[in-house]
């Protein structure tokens, strides 16, 4: 009996042991391995964005080849342009082509057929068109005509006697007035009375008196050719 108690007793201080040892090894794996549940949330939660430079465990070089990295991957991608908005310009219709007559070349010559003389015929040649008629000489203005005309004008209008026998020497005058020497008859006699106006006119302004008729003057219209000119003088005296 005594014996079995012992054999009993060591049996259970040797299963003593044995837990004794079972749970410090059991304890030891327990604070050696992080909970299956922490090891799992850590997997899942996703990496915190940095805020600032990381510097540990990263050698200069490294960051250098990132920095490169990094800015050959901006210059692929594609830049975005901005968009310029453009106003439409209004559009303007073109003007309605003008009808242009055709004309006929002729591929040989290179010419407008319609501009090509076609020659008449023998027969239909037009004559030649007729000299004009040279004009014919001025007949020259008849002098004596024109101092009988004045004379008598003279002798109605201002009451003088006409006296053919006055000459540029022996008579008084007024500056003479000109006329050309081809000058018609009728130019020739309006210019010989207008003289005859002009002297009487200014001998009587001269004398103060509207009237020289019974002053006794004596008048004689003189003509006489100078160079391309006649000279009429209106010779009086009294």
């Known amino acids: 009996m005594k014996k079995h108690l012992q054999c009993g007793l060591t049996a259970a201080l040797t299963l003593a042991l044995l837990l004794t040892a079972c749970g410090q090894k059991a304890n030891g794996q327990i604070n050696a391995v992080p909970p299956p549940a922490t090891a799992v949330q850590e997997e899942t939660q996703p990496p915190q964005p940095s805020t600032g430079p990381t510097t540990t465990g990263q050698s200069p070089a490294a960051a ?4 490169q990295e990094l800015s050959q991957e ?4 594609p830049k975005a342009t901005p968009q310029v908005t453009q106003t439409p310009e209004p559009v303007t219709e073109p003007a309605p082509a003008e009808d242009i007559p055709s004309v006929t070349v002729s591929a040989k010559t290179g ?9 008449a015929p023998e027969g239909e040649l037009e004559s030649a068109p007729a000299p004009e008629p040279a004009p014919e000489p001025a007949v020259p203005a008849d002098r004596q005509a024109a101092i009988d005309v004045a004379n008598a004008y003279a002798s109605t209008q201002y009451g003088v006697t006409t006296d053919t026998s006055l000459a540029l020497d022996n008579s008084a005058y007024r ?5 050309p020497l081809d000058a018609s008859q009728e130019t020739l006699e309006a210019k010989a009375r207008d003289m005859v106006d002009f002297t009487f006119r200014q001998l009587m302004m001269q004398a ?5 008729a019974d002053a006794g003057f004596r ?8 160079g391309g000119s006649l000279l009429i003088y209106v010779l009086y005296d009294g």
Do not use: H, K, M, R
């Not at 250098?64 to 920095?67: A, G, K, Q, R």
């Not at 901006?74 to 991608?77: M, S, T």
């Not at 500056?175 to 006329?179: E, N, S, T």
């Open 64 to 67: 250098s080849t990132s920095v």
């Open 74 to 77: 901006d210059e692929l991608q």
């Open 111 to 119: 010419y407008d057929a319609d501009s090509v003389q076609t020659p």
């Open 175 to 179: 500056f003479p007035a000109a006329v």
């Open 208 to 212: 103060g008196v509207d009237t020289i």
């Open 219 to 226: 008048c004689n219209v003189y003509i006489v050719e100078d």
